[in-house]
């Protein structure tokens, strides 16, 4: 089973008088990177997560989110900056006596000057909240998770289909590479005889030039190493490892016997079908690079 690098996943838990929210985004990378937005107080926690993290996700990069609130409380903590409003309410006294202004102060407007009120959250003891946390983690991880089969299935779908084309072109090159040397024979034959006129065509040198040309241009073992490559990547599909760095070396393996075989036969529709199969592998290769 292949899972797509691609998911989200949230997840919610309450213990003790107090909510926990995790979220989880993953995106495509060649390695795994974690990215962790924590409150400071639960900055202690950073290694927990990142090993909840690694135990479900092998490759892309990791986006978590974490907050902690009260039940039926709003999660800020506001405060009242009081030194700086008893420092505010000197100065419009004193401004009041000096210019004769009415000395009448709205509390609405005092709360819009700065830093009148002052967002101060609760500190929160990594010991306290460890439990609550792994639980909305673990959620999240199983929620995105779930994600990333569903659309890793779409795309073992879609790798069944041009594999299977794949195999297709690899049987017509087959079929089309056992009559290659029995046309360069006749061809040969034909030529010689236009050029030859009456002079006789001698059998021994025709053998052996064909014979040479039937070694150079055999493609018997790049077709078994083709078959065997789409076999292996098949394979990986039902596995439950993270296949998909394998999966992109197969490609290119297959994409070097595609070109060997195109070199080698010498051959217009043998060459006509290696394009297509290689229009095929390139898709495949925007595929697996989704894949973990």
Avoid: W
């Avoid at 000197?90 to 006596?97: G, M, N, P, Y």
């Avoid at 292996?232 to 490892?241: A, G, H, K, N």
Wanted: charged share 35%.
């Amino acid at each position: 089973m292949i899972r797509s690098m691609t998911g989200f996943g949230r997840g919610e838990s309450s213990q003790g008088g107090k909510t926990f929210i995790a979220e989880v985004r993953t995106v495509n990378n060649r390695f795994r990177d974690v990215i962790l937005r924590l409150p400071k107080s639960l900055q202690a926690l950073e290694d927990d997560i990142r090993s909840l993290v690694a135990s479900r996700i092998k490759r892309g990069r990791v986006e978590v989110s974490v907050q902690v609130g009260k039940e039926g409380e709003s999660a800020y903590g506001l405060e009242l900056n009081e030194p700086l409003v008893t420092s505010y309410l000197r100065i419009i006294k004193e401004l009041s006596e000096r210019f004769g202004l009415e000395n009448r102060v709205n509390p609405m407007d005092l709360c819009q000057l700065k830093d009148v009120i002052v967002f101060k959250p609760e500190e929160e003891s990594a010991d306290e909240v460890r439990q609550g946390i792994s639980e909305a983690m673990t959620l999240a991880l199983e929620s995105c998770d779930a994600m990333r089969i569903q659309e890793g299935r779409a795309i073992e779908q879609d790798f069944m289909q041009r594999i299977g084309f794949i195999r297709q072109c690899t049987e017509k090159i087959e079929e089309r590479a056992s009559r290659v040397v029995e046309e360069y024979r006749r061809k040969l034959r034909e030529r010689i005889e236009g050029l030859s006129n009456e002079i006789r065509l001698d059998e021994s040198r025709l053998v052996q030039e064909i014979a040479i040309f039937a070694d150079r241009c055999d493609i018997t073992e790049e077709i078994s190493r083709t078959r065997s490559h789409l076999d292996q990547f098949t394979l990986y599909l039902s596995s439950e490892e993270s296949v998909g760095r394998k999966l992109d070396f197969i490609l290119q393996e297959i994409n070097r016997e595609i070109n060997t075989m195109s070199t080698k036969a010498s051959d217009s529709t043998i060459s006509l079908t290696a394009v297509e199969m290689k229009a095929e592998l390139e898709k495949l290769r925007e595929q697996a690079q989704n894949v973990e």
